[in-house]
């Protein structure tokens, strides 16, 4: 794998880096003729054309400009997401190249009138038509506070020691460039229980207009919440939070029966995206419950599903989150004894946890089939086999989703390193040096286009291959609840 080479424009930028990079370096002016389809960085001081953006600020652009002629910037989550973590001041958004140095206050509002957050004289020169390149601006100068304004040379030298603490990132990208393989695994992302939860939110807003309270997360992931609440979700924790009368929707995860009654003595409307196949082991539990059975619910204690779930019978349900607490559970009547799952677990130590409890209780009444969705071993089964053939899998999910965090557990299971990403902003590039094949899944809570994200973005480090892998296909699809489709 080749290193990316770092461009700086002018002696003053080239000699602030000099000394604080390993990576190649060289002294642009304002044009170049062999690196424009290489993977480059171009280091330096810019304008901003919006006073949100101060003096010694770093401008990351996402697509650069000039004149007819616009490329786009792939990587830039990439850098950007990790000179935050080095904590610098960033922003990300067009850069605009022009042919001459723009002081005029005027020009540069009808620069950002165009969408532009900053300015240079030199990127576009630079920058190839691979969205190869990366630009990283230091801010010297706003439209508040323009190069002709007294202390522009103290701005200048604050703009010119943030790239220099912007050095140690510079070096990681050029480490992290190169050419790669990337394995997909299918199936990956939304699940049909996750599809449903979402459309259900849609369907509510439209029917019933803003606000739609929910419940907790409708379903484990950021990106998905914070486009809901811009649609006029509201998210609250409790129902007591809800003003009477309004419209609550259930999340995908089951509530306990205690819920739904607090709903009911606040006159809430109700409509319920508790996803059918966690609907499905509350029945389970309130059927042995009725027999009078202990009922060990396999599963993690403070994840919203076993909550749920055991609000459905809590004088009769003992939580078990693994094997070694199987060895230990101890059950009033080992006679009137039975099981079920959580539906996000990793299979195998599921698996192996309801043998535990089969040996230890030979009356042990369970579901004719364990209770772990079908999306969950599918996704489970992809990332096992695409871990096989990788450097590095990358999962993407929110933190608090369990069925992200399996997958990642089941790659590492593999013996390959895997890491459980938001998206790609948040992917290190310290992790991708020397990383030659890279295996991508998502979480059932992921939106497909976060993956579609990462994939650009590892291919403004060099080029890519993308192969699918996985063979099964996914057809299922649940019903909506009345409350969203009758009219």
């Not at 484990?220 to 006029?232: F, I, K, P, S, T």
């Not at 996985?470 to 699809?477: I, N």
């Amino acid at each position: 794998m080749t290193s990316g080479t770092v461009c700086t424009p002018l002696y003053v930028e080239w000699l602030t880096l000099r000394d604080k990079l390993t990576a190649p370096l060289i002294r642009t002016g304002r044009a170049t003729g062999t690196i424009r389809d290489d993977p480059v960085l171009v280091a330096g001081v810019g304008g901003a054309l919006t006073d949100r953006i101060a003096p010694g600020d770093l401008v990351v652009a996402t697509e650069i400009r000039r004149d007819d002629r616009t490329v786009p910037s792939h990587a830039a989550d990439l850098v950007a997401g990790e000179l935050r973590r080095a904590g610098l001041r960033v922003h990300t958004g067009p850069l605009v190249t022009t042919d001459h140095v723009v002081d005029s206050a005027d020009e540069r509002r009808a620069l950002a009138a165009s969408g532009a957050i900053a300015v240079d004289t030199e990127s576009a020169l630079i920058a190839g038509d691979e969205g190869r390149c990366i630009v990283v601006r230091a801010i010297v100068d706003n439209v508040e506070r323009p190069l002709a304004r007294a202390g522009m040379p103290l701005r200048g030298i604050k703009a010119l020691a943030s790239l220099r603490r912007a050095a140690p990132v510079l070096d990681a990208w050029a480490a992290a460039t190169g050419d790669r393989e990337l394995l997909l695994a299918a199936p990956r992302s939304f699940c049909a229980g996750v599809e449903r939860a979402i459309e259900i939110v849609e369907r509510a807003l439209e029917r019933f207009g803003s606000p739609v309270y929910v419940r907790r997360q409708i379903v484990h992931n950021l990106h998905v919440v914070r486009d809901l609440e811009q649609r006029g979700a509201v998210f609250v924790e409790e129902v007591d939070e809800i003003p009477e009368g309004s419209v609550v929707v259930l999340a995908a995860h089951g509530v306990a029966p205690a819920v739904r009654t607090q709903a009911a003595e606040r006159r809430l409307r109700v409509v319920d995206a508790t996803c059918p196949l966690v609907s499905k082991v509350h029945h389970e539990v309130r059927r042995y419950a009725v027999r009078d059975n202990t009922v060990l619910l396999i599963g993690h204690p403070d994840h919203e599903e076993v909550v749920g779930t055991t609000g459905e019978a809590p004088g009769n349900v003992i939580v078990v989150p693994g094997p070694a607490e199987a060895e230990t559970v101890q059950v009033p009547d080992p006679g009137r004894v039975a099981y079920a799952m959580q539906t996000t677990l990793a299979v195998e130590e599921a698996a192996e946890t309801a043998a535990v409890l089969r040996r230890r209780f030979p009356a042990l009444a369970g579901p004719r089939k364990d209770d772990i969705c079908y999306a969950t071993s599918n996704r489970q089964a992809a990332v096992r086999e695409i871990a096989r053939r990788s450097d590095l899998v990358i999962v993407i999910g929110s933190q608090n989703s369990s069925n992200s965090q399996r997958l990642a557990e089941v790659a590492e299971v593999e013996g390959t390193r895997a890491v459980l990403v938001e998206d790609a902003a948040e992917v290190r590039l310290d992790w991708l040096a020397g990383v030659a094949r890279i295996g991508i899944s998502a979480g059932a809570s992921a939106p497909p286009a976060l993956v579609d994200d990462l994939v650009r973005s590892l291919s403004g480090l060099g080029s890519v291959t993308v192969t699918e892998s996985g063979a099964v296909t996914e057809d299922v699809r649940f019903s909506l609840p009345k409350e969203v489709t009758q009219q």
